[in-house]
């Protein structure tokens, strides 16, 4: 009989002994899956925050164009973790809906490599000029990510590409975890085997002719065509409200214009045309009724002839910000 009550104790004590190291072992799995989502919430408060910053600055300051580069470290090296972050902080700038565009980074990118304005991802105040004047922009944000501990040090800036002077500027710490140690750890090749930069090709577009839906109206491309040097995009608008409204096309008024750009990175000031109207003109105003699509026609000259698609960035005086139409192919 004490010998089977010995045995039970010793049974039971090593069904306790196990029954503790599990719920040590829950307890602590739950601790580290709330860690790791805490840590990413605060990731994306931290891009939220410094972003937030950042476009009400830039709307105060009048930018209309805004483009984000690669995020650097101190000596101006681009890494994965710098893509990611400057890609994440476009994204953040874009929805704050502030009355400015953001360029596309492909496209901002392939503007870079085809002028060579950056042999390793530091932008100065001279490629902050250059860059403002090749591709219409007018702020450029740039950043600099440093390890520090068990965190990352992000700190960012907003240059005015005419004075190159900073408009504004901010920093905030994002904790290393296991995925942005990854990202970190990559460093991206900007030399090939020889020693030479890459040749540049223009960008491939991924979604070419898309929709876009904005105020109350759907921006659909329909076609662009060359004629000589000139190149001819149309644009369909479609009013979604329930009555008539006019607006004001912008070409050469207002602050900033209607302009094409092609995948080259060249930015063309446009004609606009109503419809089929021969007339081309640099203001236009229009009254668009309910649920009919009605084209407008912008016009560029002078296109270069190896161009393959227009991305129109159309202005509009009753709009607060620039409806971007991407990538329309270019036929003859």
């Known amino acids: 009989m004490d ?8 049974e039971t004590s090593e069904m306790q002994k196990k029954f503790r190291r599990f719920i040590i072992v829950y307890v602590l799995s739950i601790i580290f899956f709330f860690s790791g989502i805490q840590n990413s919430i605060a990731y994306e ?49 874009a929805g704050a809906d502030k009355g400015f565009m953001v360029v596309d980074r492909t496209h901002l990118k392939s503007i870079i490599e085809e002028h060579k304005l950056s042999a390793t991802g530091l932008i100065d105040p001279q490629t902050a000029r250059k860059l403002g004047k090749i591709a219409g922009v007018d702020a450029l944000i740039t950043g600099t990510i440093t390890p ?28 290393r975890t296991k995925a942005i140690e990854e990202l970190l750890a990559r460093g991206i090749e900007v030399a090939t085997a020889s020693g030479e930069r890459p040749v540049a090709m223009p960008p491939t577009p991924t979604s070419a002719g898309k929709a876009v839906e ?40 207002g602050s900033p214009p209607s302009y094409l750009y092609d995948n080259f990175g060249n930015q063309y000031l446009v004609f606009v045309q109503q419809g089929d109207k021969s ?54």
């Open 3 to 10: 010998i089977e009550k010995t045995k039970w104790h010793k």
């Open 45 to 93: 408060n931290e891009i939220e925050n410094l972003s937030s910053v950042m476009t009400v600055n830039i709307a105060s300051a009048g930018k209309k164009i805004v483009a984000v580069v690669d995020f650097t470290d101190l000596q101006g090296n681009v890494t994965e973790l710098g893509r990611f972050l400057a890609e994440e902080f476009s994204i953040a700038i």
């Open 148 to 175: 520090f501990g068990d965190s990352i040090r992000l700190a960012v800036k907003v240059l005015d590409t005419e004075t190159a002077k900073m408009i504004s500027a901010s920093s905030g710490n994002i904790a």
């Open 214 to 253: 904005a105020e109350g109206f759907i921006f659909r491309p329909v076609e662009c065509k060359r004629s000589g040097s000139n190149v001819r995009c149309t644009v369909s608008f479609q009013n979604n409200g329930n009555e008539d409204k006019e607006l004001g096309i912008n070409s050469s008024y």
């Open 279 to 332: 007339k081309k003109e640099r203001y236009v105003k229009q009254t668009f009724v309910p649920h009919l699509p009605q084209n407008v026609t912008f016009i560029a000259e002078e296109v270069n002839p190896n161009a393959t698609h227009m991305t129109a960035t159309i202005a509009v005086d009753q709009f607060k910000k620039i409806i971007p139409v991407r990538n329309i192919p270019i036929t003859k």
